[in-house]
T-cell receptor
Framework: DQQVKQNSPSLSVQEGRISILNCDYTNSMFDYFLWYKKYPAEGPTFLISISSIKDKNEDGRFTVFLNKSAKHLSLHIVPSQPGDSAVYFCAASAQTGANNLFFGTGTRLTVIP | KAGVTQTPRYLIKTRGQQVTLSCSPISGHRSVSWYQQTPGQGLQFLFEYFSETQRNKGNFPGRFSGRQFSNSRSEMNVSTLELGDSALYLC????????????FGAGSRLTVL
């Protein structure tokens, strides 16, 4: 049973435009959310995170929004750059004191120059 | 500093065999987690070790096991391989457990024939 879902397997965006990647979760016990980015032949790398006590977190071109009532989070990339082309994984944690994350299946972002 | 190193990077086994994968975490990191990545399921948590003790275990059969050594290096073993075990196995490390921000290795791609 997939507790974290990324319903869009792929997304294409023009360079300079906004990329919006979406993620839904079902477990109301999740209290910490992360986005990881993965390039081919590399492991995922941490991008940005948000605690359930917040509804927004920004880091440069990347902003994550959390809507707890809808059990939905999104990652906004503005402006999108060709180097952002990668697979983006949404992840969630329900437990402090352990490193077990629940990941979505990923969204492949392609930024077109 | 060196990242998370996983060996071997690629391997092919046949059904019924066993396999051992190795992970060397970032120097100073004491937590090592293992994840299985398959196209349909995304990344799924296998287990986490911290200071040689298993902290948490995912929903995988007992054929999947792991251990951590005193130098924080970790191994995972899969016995009686099945075709469905074909996947990318990712190791991730962090300084402490419960941080959720993990540094991943590039993975070991296992193909079971």
């Amino acid at each position: 049973d997939q507790q974290v879902k990324q319903n869009s397997p792929s997304l294409s965006v023009q360079e300079g435009r906004i990329s919006i990647l979406n993620c839904d979760y079902t477990n109301s016990m999740f209290d910490y959310f992360l986005w990881y980015k993965k390039y081919p032949a590399e492991g995922p790398t941490f991008l940005i995170s948000i605690s359930s006590i917040k509804d927004k977190n920004e880091d440069g071109r990347f902003t994550v929004f959390l809507n707890k009532s809808a059990k939905h989070l999104s990652l906004h990339i503005v402006p999108s750059q060709p180097g952002d082309s990668a697979v983006y994984f949404c992840a969630a944690s329900a437990q402090t004191g352990a490193n077990n994350l629940f990941f979505g299946t990923g969204t492949r972002l392609t930024v077109i120059p | 500093k060196a990242g998370v190193t996983q060996t071997p990077r690629y391997l092919i086994k046949t059904r019924g065999q066993q396999v051992t994968l190795s992970c060397s975490p970032i120097s100073g990191h004491r937590s090592v987690s293992w994840y299985q990545q398959t196209p349909g399921q995304g990344l799924q948590f296998l287990f986490e070790y911290f200071s040689e003790t298993q902290r948490n275990k995912g929903n995988f059969p007992g054929r999947f096991s792991g251990r951590q050594f005193s130098n924080s290096r970790s191994e995972m073993n899969v016995s009686t391989l099945e075709l469905g075990d074909s996947a990318l196995y990712l190791c991730a490390s962090s300084y402490l457990t419960g941080t959720n921000v993990l540094t991943f290795g590039a993975g070991s791609r296992l193909t079971v024939l």
